[in-house]
């Protein structure tokens, strides 16, 4: 059955009856040759970006289309792929192939190098395209127009076919010749006042600026912790070279009188709430007349400590049910915990702790150590004089046992995890009455051990 056609499109009556916006497509083409390795594996945060990007469009979109020559690196990320019908015809050629294959009379386009989505301003785009009737909606910037992050119209196809058969392939002069609708730059920033959703990662320095801004501002007394280093990355079928970000290590060795030495390996920094907050975790002190003397070397990496009764001590605060804390205040905490873990995020190389409560977070700190953290945030709260029996811990990592019996020695009612605990972890948090919380993350957690501490939670932990 031949295919009906009306100016020059195939199945034009069909496409009348698509609706208006529902693709969006991702253009992965190109030689990536200023780069040096392909674009489509460009990877923030230990994930490729454009996994990220795909996630973000599926909350806007119900159909995306990748336009690549490697469809392998799509499996099971619930996309469409497909390739170019005119070859090595540039960016209009991926326009084109995106246009033919869509299921929506526009298309909204990407380029695989654009890791900065703006749903605001895509919406706007909708909403100029309903208004004007324009083939194409697209954005300026610098009194040039941005031809992705862009909506096509399905009906510029037979122009696009057109020049791309008689070599007059330029993406540039094809927007200035169709009826656009243009954004100003102005009108942009009300939705992205630096108008980074039109960032392009053309080259490694590109690459390394925008992973560096891509981290936020670095955390406190971190900036000694990170260096980058030369290596070398497999993936997708290919060895690059790259610069990556990585964590430094150091070794505290703590020689406690009357007792011996204790090795602890580190991030170079908070050392002397370290040493401080580790002699109270484990119990060679109860507050801070304990400890005579503590001479600590930064640069040898020693650390000599006197104490007035050497010998492992109890907690004298027993844990009680006073304190209670709000879900929603909780939550809020923990995202904002999460975002400001910039470093843990950019290197995927250290954890962090931080000591809150219902006003929000007191302190936090970070370590190549999730214990070394809560030794960190307890040596903060000793020498500070920061009482600890009504506040409660955030932790990056999993919990074992022995994270419960450091916040036992603190007597810290409450430990919160976006993680696991082990089961003797909750086995221990429920004989020391600990509430313990475990994968918390946007609107939910769950409870392990002692859920009365929670403002509403009238119900009892399941029994086996």
């Known amino acids: 059955m031949k295919e009906k056609r009306e100016n020059g499109i195939p199945g034009a009556e069909m496409s009348r009856e698509m609706p208006l916006f529902g693709t969006a497509a991702i253009l992965a083409g190109g030689r990536s040759s200023r780069m040096g390795f392909d674009k489509q594996l460009l990877m923030e945060d230990d994930r490729r970006i454009l996994e990220r990007v795909v996630e973000t469009l599926k909350a806007e979109f119900p159909d995306i289309l990748i336009v690549t020559a490697r469809p392998e690196l799509y499996e099971g990320m619930g996309v469409r792929v497909c390739g170019d019908t005119y070859r090595d015809k540039g960016p209009l050629a991926g326009v084109h192939a995106a246009l033919e294959q869509s299921r929506s009379r526009y298309v909204y386009l990407l380029a695989c190098d654009m890791p900065i989505l703006c749903p605001d301003f895509i919406r706007y785009m909708k909403e100029r395209i309903e208004q004007t009737g324009a083939d194409i909606c697209v954005g300026q910037k610098n009194d040039r127009l941005e031809p992705f992050n862009t909506f096509y119209s399905r009906a510029l196809l037979p122009e696009i076919t057109h020049r791309l058969q008689t070599g007059n392939a330029s993406l540039f002069r094809f927007i200035y010749a169709s009826r656009a609708c243009v954004i100003s730059p102005e009108e942009a920033a009300r939705f992205d006042k630096e108008l980074a959703m039109f960032t392009n990662l053309n080259t490694r320095t590109e690459f390394e600026k925008y992973l560096g801004t891509a981290a936020g501002a670095p955390e406190d007394g971190t900036a000694e912790l990170v260096d980058k280093l030369d290596i070398l990355r497999y993936i997708g079928g290919e060895f690059i070279q790259l610069r990556d970000l990585m ?148 932790t990056s990592g999993r919990i074992p046992v022995d994270m419960i019996r450091k916040a036992a020695a603190l007597s810290v009612p409450m430990i919160v995890s976006r993680s696991t605990p082990t089961i003797a972890a909750v086995e221990t948090a429920r004989a020391a009455n600990i509430t313990l919380l475990g994968f918390s993350r946007e609107n939910r957690f769950n409870i392990y051990s002692a859920p009365q501490r929670l403002k509403g939670c009238t119900l009892p932990i399941p029994e086996r």
């Open 247 to 394: 964590v430094h290590e150091k070794t505290l060795v703590l020689t406690i009188e009357g007792i011996g030495t204790r090795t602890l390996y580190c991030s170079p920094s908070e050392l002397r709430e370290l040493a401080a907050g580790h002699l109270l975790t484990e119990g060679y002190i109860r507050n801070r007349e304990d400890i005579v003397s503590l001479e600590l070397d930064e640069e040898a990496g020693k650390a000599d400590i006197v104490l007035a009764a050497p010998g492992k001590k109890l907690p004298t605060e027993p844990l009680t049910d006073s304190c209670v804390f709000d879900p929603e205040i909780l939550l809020a905490n923990q995202q904002r915990f999460y975002d400001g873990s910039t470093v843990q995020k950019a290197t995927a190389g250290t954890h962090r702790c931080a000591l809150c409560d219902d006003s929000g977070t007191i302190f936090s700190s970070i370590d190549i150590s999730r214990h070394n953290c809560i030794d960190k945030i307890a040596g903060k709260a000793l020498l500070r004089g920061v009482s600890l029996g009504d506040k409660y811990l955030l």
